[in-house]
Structures are given as C-alpha cells and as structure tokens.
T-cell receptor, first 114, second 117 residues
Framework: GENVEQHPSTLSVQEGDSAVIKCTYSDSASNYFPWYKQELGKRPQLIIDIRSNVGEKKDQRIAVTLNKTAKHFSLHITETQPEDSAVYFCAATSFLQGAQKLVFGQGTRLTINP | NAGVMQNPRHLVRRRGQEARLRCSPV?????VYWYRQLPEEGLKFMVYLQKENIIDESGMPKERFSAEFPKEGPSILRIQQVVRGDSAAYFC???????????????FGPGTRLTVT
C-alpha cells in the first residue's frame, strides 16, 4: 500500500520568511496530493491540492510542486504570517478500485516567530 | 452552505461502554470517510462508505468497530466495549460524486473527541 513520509516534523521560521515542507510517496499509482492545515483542536482544512497531470500549482502565498519521477511533492509558503502557525499534513491517494482513501504524512508543526 | 457536521463534539465513555459517533456530509456529497487521529499523530484512514454500502473498511479494526451510512440520516461509527486505547479524535470527511480517474477533494468535519476513562 501507499506510504507517505513528511519532513521536517517541526519547522520554525521568522515572520516574512518562506517555509518549505516536503513529502515523499511510495505508490506510483497515486495521482492526487492534497495539503491540509490543522490548528489546535480544529478540523483539518484543505488549503491546496495538486493532481498528477501538473507539476506546480499556486494560490496566493501558497504553492505546491510535484515531481512524479522522484515521487515527492512540496508545500511552499511565502511571506509567512503568525496565522500560518499550525500543523500541516500532506496526503496522497489514487482512484483505485473506486476507493480514494487518503494516506497522510506524519505532520509538520510550523511556528512563525514574530 | 453547511459543511460536514459531526456530533457529539466531545464524548466521554467508561471502559466497556459503547460509543456512537455521527457524521452528516456536505449536502449533495455521497461519499463518507472516517479517520482516526491519536494525540500528536497524523490521521489514519478507517473506512469509506457510500449510501448503504461499505466500500473499503481496510483501516478499521475487525472487532468492536462498525460503520454504516444509511439511505436516510447520518453516517454512524460505532465502537463497542470501548478501551482506553480508543481515546482519539475521530474525523469524518465527505466528497462529491467522484470522477474517474482523479479523486475528488475531501472536506473534514470538526471531529469527535472520544475520551475513555
């Protein structure tokens, strides 16, 4: 089955700087890669996703890149702000036999220092 | 435009009791997923259901756990004879009718935090 590894587990950056979180996956059939942001005690919130037919997607300060050959994808946050502080999870899945269970990484606790 | 609803938000059960967790998907969504999150850990898939059908229950323990998504009403995750190790946050997610070959987005509910004493 699919296995997703996420690094780093914790990340601390100065406000205004960029943050990068990286994930690798094992199943070459995976074709959908969402990123979720989870604040303490809250629900995971979908912030951006990418499908395997594109290599990069951007939404304001957030971007995701995908390298299918190397089986890794990354989240980039630019001009970080205190409200970006949260735990971020990457995930991978594929349309396999009608099921699309998300396999999550272990999470990255991002802290933005003012 | 209501999102995924879950209740109760917090549930305390003594060992050996039953826990029933409810999930109402986004209106129009026909696919429901349940995930479990242990403290300080990521989310683990448990079960995937469509109306009146369990599609994939490969992540759900074989004993004590069951799930359903009836034709009418919310999806229910049922845990019988709870033990301390069942203490976790249980999240439900829903997605619209999925289109092959690429999966659809999953939107999560606020979760039910189960504490077993």
């Amino acid at each position: 089955g699919e296995n997703v590894e996420q690094h780093p587990s914790t990340l601390s950056v100065q406000e205004g700087d960029s943050a990068v979180i990286k994930c690798t996956y094992s199943d070459s059939a995976s074709n959908y890669f969402p990123w979720y942001k989870q604040e303490l005690g809250k629900r995971p919130q979908l912030i951006i996703d990418i499908r395997s037919n594109v290599g990069e997607k951007k939404d304001q300060r957030i971007a995701v890149t995908l390298n299918k050959t190397a089986k890794h994808f990354s989240l980039h946050i630019t001009e970080t702000q205190p409200e970006d502080s949260a735990v971020y999870f990457c995930a991978a899945t594929s349309f396999l036999q009608g099921a699309q269970k998300l396999v999550f990484g272990q999470g990255t606790r991002l802290t933005i220092n003012p | 435009n209501a999102g995924v609803m879950q209740n109760p938000r917090h549930l305390v059960r003594r060992r050996g009791q039953e826990a029933r967790l409810r999930c109402s998907p986004v209106k129009g969504h026909s696919h429901v997923y349940w995930y479990r999150q242990l403290p300080e850990e990521g989310l683990k898939f448990m079960v995937y259901l469509q109306k009146e059908n369990i599609i994939d229950e490969s992540g759900m323990p074989k004993e004590r756990f069951s799930a359903e998504f009836p034709k009418e009403g919310p999806s229910i995750l049922r845990i019988q004879q709870v033990v301390r190790g069942d203490s976790a946050a249980y999240f439900c997610a829903s997605s619209p009718l999925q289109g092959s070959p690429s999966p659809s987005e999953q939107y999560f509910g606020p979760g039910t935090r189960l504490t077993v004493t």
